[in-house]
């Protein structure tokens, strides 16, 4: 039938998501159709990272990408945003093939973000966990604050019914 | 009473643990007041009520603004839509790169049925 069909022609995406564990940490997770020995590759080989790691939606130009993926190597990204040039750098930190990466972030004011990603495969298709350690509260809330929308929720109704608790003394 | 169905315990929840903080976000939410004025009202000392206002704040529940000597305190309802919508522009960023690693991922894994599978080091 025309439905059947149309399920093939539009694979659905996996889904993203993020989670702030603790006032120092997010975690987004997704799960890519892949092993994780190419999903590895595709984190650890320049010409793949630069193809994926800027979405083409974003208008940041990536203008160089330099990897030099073993512990204690050094990666480094500039891009261009309108007339600005900015750059992301940092240290590899541990590099365990297929299953474990983790590398600071040292471009930032506040001191060092360590970024630990696992990959866990099941089925030939591939768990990612990104896992990002901030310095501080304050280095995660100046980018702007995370928390676990579902919370937020839940805070909202929280808050909403102490209003309406309050109006009937 | 609302049903926390999460394990993980931010610091909204830490904050909402002690029966006085809950005590001043229902007062801030029928009318903005200062600190002296909810030490006041709660038997506190200032200091007191100051560390209770600073860790609502941390939390996003409170914002406070201070003119001249006197801090005002607010329900700080408008940082938590902020904070909402911070981690929903976060997860687009994520998920739009994603969307690209599996176009990425999808070649590798049409090249390497194609080629066979050669030993990676």
Known sequence: ?169 | MVQYRHAHVDASFGALSDATRRGVLEHLGRANASISALAERFHMTLTGMRKHVGVLEQAGLVSTEKVGRVRTCKLGLRGLEEEAAWIERYRRLWAARFDELDIVVEELTRKEKAHGRKPRT
């Open chain 1, 1 to 169: 039938m025309d439905a059947s069909r149309e399920r093939e022609a539009t694979p659905a995406k996996n889904p993203t998501t993020v989670e702030r564990k603790s006032e120092r940490e997010l975690v987004v997770t997704r799960t890519v159709n892949g092993p994780a020995r190419l999903v590895f590759e595709a984190w650890t080989t320049a010409e793949l990272f630069r193809r994926w790691w800027v979405p083409k939606s974003y208008g940041l130009n990536l203008l160089s990408c330099d990897m030099d993926v073993r512990v204690g190597g050094q990666y480094r990204l500039a891009f261009r945003h309108e007339d600005s040039t900015m750059e992301f750098f940092g240290t590899y930190l541990e590099v365990t093939p297929h299953s474990r990466l983790v590398w600071t972030n040292e471009e930032g004011d506040e001191g060092k973000t360590i970024t630990t990603v696992t990959f866990e495969e099941h089925a030939g298709k591939t768990l990612l966990i990104v896992h990002d350690l901030y310095p501080s509260k304050e280095a995660v809330d100046s980018g702007s604050t995370g928390a676990m929308p579902e919370a937020l929720d839940q805070l909202d109704e929280l808050l909403a019914s102490l209003r309406s608790s309050t109006e009937t003394r």
